[in-house]
Every structure is written in structure tokens, then in C-alpha cells.
């Protein structure tokens, strides 16, 4: 093992660490952090212990490769050595929340000291941030990523407080975890002042000790390693923070383009070219899959089921065992066997490569359609460089978003991959048999068949999984799967297909109002035993699982043709009528009546009469639709017609708004208001 090194002697004020651009940005998450803060806790009491805090694995770059990738920094660069320019390989986890911690502390103390641990605090900053700031030029960061890379200038601008240009700003779901980890190691040495009050400093210089002096890190330089830097993290974890399968893939396809070599000397340089380029494709594909997985900051993406999604599409579905799909892409496909017995040519990797970094924009569309919509909406003179080039990838109408995020709010089950599929050969790839019209069209019928056999018909969750994952790759056209994985393509198929297959097939075969009933008498008559909770003991309607989406439908359908962009729910499933406004048999209760329920903004106080709440309903801002509708037109009177009355409303509304018959009969029996009268 190489000599263990402490942050002090890492950080000499002559070297940069760099992220590479092909990695993921900052991903440690509360647990990660309190881990290593407890981690320093542990040595406070004894400061002669050491700890062994990880590796930090990097690589030199050339001052060619720094000059055009790292130009904020060119003056340092030009005149450091041979050995000062890394990229850091593996352990920018830690390495990242190290330096931010460092500069928190070295912050909370400057406004009351002028030494702090034997030292100046600019000093300090000097040594373990940036340089010296000559001649009002901008410092050189000692850690931080490629140029082009959000996560650089929200370091600065942000998490280092450099005044900068705020339009220079992006945020994505890695920089808002910069923002956390800075807000939760400020509010720990908050904590350190509370506790320790008049020796808070003096306990802030052990911990700034601990942390340059005590912790120990294996420093190991892999440059003249006889060995690819990629495929470290094939055996290595990040902390705490296990590498996904697209990391891993990253890697095993950059290690699989050294293996494409020759030994005739002019063939071997075609190949030398070849390498290159497709290294270079790879790592581009990264760099865009994680921007787009990270875009939105309040719905980060998972890398794996993106991934999973990607080679259901392209390849195909299996279910057998644990992760199928890795064991496709790793065990069967992309091996060192396949690339040595040439089953497997570097075009293969380079359209594998390239078909991802072109889906990824199209899954973050799928999952994120109002945010993508806003997006390409927003004022392009205010947006920077980086910030038009990301724009001008997304594609989006306002009614296809519409559509997705109501696809989104029931749960998009097992059509992800489908809709994935029918986006990329619409958008990315043109295709007019499934143009914008036909994918609204897609998209209405898989919430039509979401809604009426789960919430409505009560089947199994794993309903039609399989037969739609499997079908996903004949919607695709999967040139390469006979020679992947060595099976058949079968037909291929089309939307208008799918489509009709879904309704005749799946929806007529399988929609059914009587188990529908049934499901909501059992809620009516469960026991506690039965029931989930106790408190949601013999509640029927207010505890299906579908009635909070089916309100949401009826008050857009109420809000028609206004149409919001955006709609906003009112989140509160209220009650007109309390139990004790009735006599009533069977266990029935009738405030939990279809009928009796609406969305609401506000609780209402039990002992709230109804006159009340009608004028609550009339009269509170935010009141939604559907309230001011309960209380404009109907007779509060005579609260069991209401609830009737209203009741079959919304029966309707669900033949009408999901096109299905439900008989006058069926629709007074699913109110459960027999043999009920007003108390």
C-alpha cells in the first residue's frame, strides 16, 4: 500500500484536482455526510488517533489537455509541473464534502479571530481553497470540476461565495446536493456553538486538525500504472454509496476500446485513431446522461432505471433472476470475450453509446414534462451558452406535457420503456407514424387502461407486465438484437397496433365494474384486523386508493376550457356531512359516500356545522371548484339526495371522461346509501 497521506500534504497550494466531465456530479447524501462528521467526532477525544478515511484514486493530464478543458485556470496551469494536474478517478465523494466542510469552518470563524490553528484564515484559505487573488483576476480553486461542467461555477459562485456573473448559474440535482452538504456542515458547527459556547473556537481548531492532519487517505497515482484508469471502478464503491450499473457500464465500455488493436503497424494506427474517438464518444454520452438525469433538481433521476428502461427498448425484456438486464449488458453483450472472438466491433459500441446519450434526453422529458416544457419556454436572451445548448435538445408541445404529467400523477406502471420508445422514434428519430398526435394518443389510452383495471377493476399490480415490456423492442427497430444476444428479432409492430390491442385486449377484456363494488364494500365492512390502519377502519370511499386522482380529473374537467399549464391540486380529501348527521345499517357509513367527498384546502373542524361549511366552501380563497360547485347547487337540506345526487355526477363523469358504461342500476348501488335516512 502507498504511504498514507493527511489533506495537509495533499493540498500543497501548487496542485488541482479536477473531476472528470464523464463522472456524476456530487451524489452524498445526508447519511454519507453524518457518517464522516461522526467519524471526526469520534477522534475529539483523543487527537493522537488516526483514521483511515478511503482512497482517492487519480490520474495526470497533460497541460495540453488542461489548457483547453480547465482555460479559467490557464496561468496556473502554464506555470505548474509536470505532476500537478489530476483528475480525480475515484473518491470525489468524500474529497468534495471534505473541502466544503474546510471552507465552512474556516468562514464561521473569520469574523472572530485573526489566527486560527497557528495561521492566518487567508492563509488557510490559500493553502486549502484557492490561490492568491493578483491583480482582481479570478483565484484558481484547488478542487473542482471541468470547465463546462454546471457543478464548477455553482462551486464558486455558491459553496466558495466568489462574486460572478449569476447568469453563468445552472442548477441540477448534483449542485443541489452541493447546497445541502454546505447547509448540513453549517448547521453542525452551529451546534458546535451552542455546545461548547466560549470554547466553540478552540473545539473548531481540533476539528479543523482532525480533518487536515488526522484523517489519513491512500493517495494512489495510477498514471503510470500499467492499467486503464476506467476500470478501477469495476472492484471499487464509493462510501456508503455503491456504484450503479451505469457507472459500471461506463467503464466497461472505455476498457473494451483498448482491446481493439493490431499488430500490423498500419492498421494499428487506424486503430489508435478509432480508440480515441470512441473513448471520447463514450464520455461525452456520460456527461449528457448525467446532466439530463440531474436537471431537475426536485426529481433526480435513477441511473439504473434509466438504464434498464434504454435496454428494454433497444434490445429486449427478460425477468428471470436479478437484474436481467445487467446480466444482458455485462454477462452477454458488451465482454472481453465478445470484442476478442469479434463478435462484438467497436460500431456496436459506438451506436450502443450513442443511442443512449440520445434516449436520455427523451426519459428526462417523460419524467419531467411540465419541467421541460418551462424550460424551452423560458426567455432565451436571458439563458448562457450552455444553458441554449441543453434547451435546444428538449422538444416538447403543451399538450403532450399536459397529457404525460396526468400519465405521471396515476403512475406510469411498466409503459415507461414504451414511452420511451414512442419519444425517440418520434422526436429524436422523426418518425411520423408516431408523430406528437399519436404519441397524446398513446399516452391517453395507457392512462385509460392504468385507471379503469387498477384503481377501478382491482387486478393484479403485474397486470400485462410482461407482454408490454416484451413487445417495447418490436415498437423499436433493434437492428443489432439478433447479433447481441443471438435470438431472433421477431415482427415488428406498430403504434396504431398497440394501441388497438390495448383497448380490445386488455381493457374490454378486463374492465369490471361489479369487482369495482365489491372492492369498495369490503373497505365499508373491513375489519381493524383487515384495514391497514385502525383509523382507516371501515372508512369505504375516503381510503380507495383511487379516489384522490379521480377528484383531481374532475376538478380539471371542471376547470375546462381554462386548461392550466400547470394545474394545482388542492391536496385535502374533506367531508361535507359528519357521521352523526345519520341513522344507517350494515356499517355503511354515509359521510364516506362517493358523493360527500371533495378536495379541499383546508380542514374542517369536526364540530363545524354544515351551514358553516358551505360558507367556508362559498367564501375561502383557494376554495376548489368542485367545492363552490357542492355549495352553489345543490340542496344542503337534505344531505342523502345530495350525496345521491352529487354521487352519480361523478359516476358519470367517469363514463364519460373514460369511456365506459356503467348502468343507472350499477351506479346507485356503488353509493351504498340504501336503508339510510338524515338523523
Known amino acids: 500500500m502507498a504511504r498514507l497521506r493527511t489533506i495537509e500534504s495533499i493540498y500543497n497550494g501548487s496542485t488541482l484536482f479536477r ?25 475529539l477525544p483523543n487527537m493522537k488517533r488516526k483514521h483511515y478515511t478511503g482512497s482517492i484514486k487519480v490520474n495526470k493530464v497533460s497541460k495540453e489537455y488542461a489548457q483547453n478543458k480547465w482555460k479559467d485556470d490557464i496561468n496556473f496551469i502554464n506555470s505548474s509541473g509536470d505532476d500537478a494536474l489530476l483528475h480525480v478517478i475515484d473518491g470525489q465523494q468524500r474529497l468534495t464534502s471534505i473541502v466544503i466542510l474546510i471552507w465552512v469552518i474556516l468562514n464561521n470563524v473569520e469574523k472572530d479571530v485573526d489566527v486560527f490553528n497557528n495561521s492566518s484564515i487567508n492563509s488557510l484559505k490559500h493553502k486549502y481553497i484557492h490561490s492568491e487573488v493578483i491583480d482582481n483576476n479570478e483565484p484558481t480553486y484547488y478542487f473542482g470540476y471541468e470547465d463546462d461542467d454546471p457543478s464548477y461555477e455553482h462551486l464558486k459562485q455558491i459553496i466558495f461565495e466568489q462574486a460572478g456573473d449569476k447568469k453563468k448559474l445552472f442548477k441540477t440535482a448534483y449542485t443541489n446536493n452541493l447546497d445541502e452538504a454546505k447547509k448540513f456542515f453549517k448547521n453542525k458547527i452551529r451546534e458546535l456553538d451552542i455546545k461548547y459556547e466560549t470554547k466553540s473556537i478552540s473545539v473548531k481548531e481540533d476539528i479543523f486538525r482532525i480533518i487536515t492532519q488526522n484523517l489519513r487517505f491512500d493517495l494512489m497515482d495510477l498514471s503510470d500504472e500499467d492499467l486503464d484508469i476506467n476500470t478501477v471502478f469495476e472492484t471499487e464503491n464509493n462510501r456508503g454509496k455503491p456504484l450503479t450499473n451505469l457507472e459500471l457500464l461506463k467503464n466497461r465500455l472505455i476498457f473494451l476500446t483498448t482491446l481493439f488493436t493490431s499488430q500490423n503497424n498500419k492498421e494499428e494506427e487506424k486503430f489508435k485513431i478509432i480508440r480515441e474517438e470512441l473513448r471520447a464518444t463514450i464520455k461525452g454520452t456520460w456527461q449528457t446522461i448525467y446532466l439530463f438525469l440531474g436537471l431537475n433538481i426536485e426529481n433526480k433521476l435513477d441511473d439504473d432505471d434509466f438504464l434498464k428502461a ?19 449488458i455485462f454477462d452477454e453483450v458488451f465482454n472481453i470475450k465478445k470484442v476478442l472472438n469479434k463478435e462484438i466491433n467497436y460500431k456496436e459500441i459506438e451506436d450502443y453509446s450513442k443511442s443512449l446519450k440520445q434516449t436520455v434526453v427523451e426519459w428526462y422529458i417523460i419524467n419531467n414534462p411540465y419541467h421541460a416544457y418551462e424550460k424551452i419556454n423560458e426567455n432565451i436572451e436571458n439563458k448562457e451558452e450552455f444553458d441554449k445548448k441543453i434547451t435546444s435538445l428538449i422538444s416538447i408541445e403543451k399538450e403532450e406535457a399536459f397529457e404525460l404529467n396526468k400519465l405521471k400523477r396515476i403512475g406510469f406502471r411498466k409503459f415507461t420503456p414504451i414511452l420511451l420508445t414512442a419519444r425517440v422514434k418520434g422526436v429524436s428519430e422523426k418518425d411520423n407514424s408516431i408523430n406528437t398526435e399519436k404519441r397524446i394518443k398513446l399516452i391517453k389510452i395507457i392512462e385509460r387502461y392504468n385507471f379503469l383495471l387498477f384503481p377501478i377493476s382491482h387486478r393484479k399490480a403485474n397486470l400485462g407486465e410482461f407482454n408490454f415490456q416484451r413487445l417495447t423492442h418490436q415498437l423499436y427497430k433493434p437492428q ?48 381493524d384486523k383487515k384495514a391497514k390502519t385502525a383509523i382507516n377502519h371501515k372508512k369505504g370511499y375516503i381510503i380507495w386508493y383511487g379516489l384522490e386522482y379521480l377528484l383531481q380529473e374532475y376538478e380539471l374537467f ?8 400547470k394545474p394545482k391540486f388542492n391536496k385535502r380529501i374533506e367531508r361535507v356531512y359528519t357521521e352523526d348527521k345519520f341513522e344507517y345499517i350494515y356499517k355503511r357509513n354515509p359521510s364516506y ?15 363545524l356545522s354544515v351551514e358553516k361549511r358551505k360558507e367556508k366552501m362559498l367564501t375561502d380563497t383557494g376554495s376548489s ?6 355549495a352553489n347547487d345543490y340542496n344542503f337540506d337534505n344531505s342523502i339526495e345530495t350525496i345521491e345526487n352529487r354521487g352519480l355526477n361523478l359516476l358519470s363523469f367517469i363514463e364519460k371522461r373514460w369511456n365506459v358504461t356503467i348502468s343507472e342500476e350499477q351506479k346507485k348501488s356503488l353509493l351504498f346509501l340504501k336503508h339510510i335516512t338524515d338523523n
Open 19 to 43: 473531476i472528470p466531465d464523464y463522472q456524476r456530479g456530487y451524489a452524498w447524501q445526508k447519511k454519507q455526510r453524518e457518517d464522516l462528521w461522526q467519524d471526526i467526532l469520534n477522534i
Open 310 to 328: 434504454h435496454w428494454t427498448m433497444y434490445c429486449r425484456y427478460e425477468r428471470s433472476g436479478k437484474d436481467p438486464y445487467a446480466r444482458d
Open 480 to 527: 443489432n438484437k439478433e447479433k447481441l444476444i443471438g435470438s431472433k428479432s421477431g415482427t415488428l409492430m406498430s403504434f396504431d397496433y398497440l394501441i388497438e390491442e390495448i383497448e380490445i385486449n386488455w381493457i374490454q377484456e378486463y374492465f369490471n365494474i361489479n369487482i369495482f363494488k365489491d372492492k369498495i364494500e369490503e373497505l365499508y365492512l373491513a375489519t
Open 558 to 565: 371542471l376547470k375546462i376550457p381554462e386548461k392550466e399549464k
Open 593 to 607: 359516500s362517493l358523493g360527500n367527498l371533495f378536495l379541499s384546502n383546508r380542514k374542517f373542524p369536526a364540530n
Open 625 to 630: 371548484l368542485q367545492e363552490n360547485l357542492f
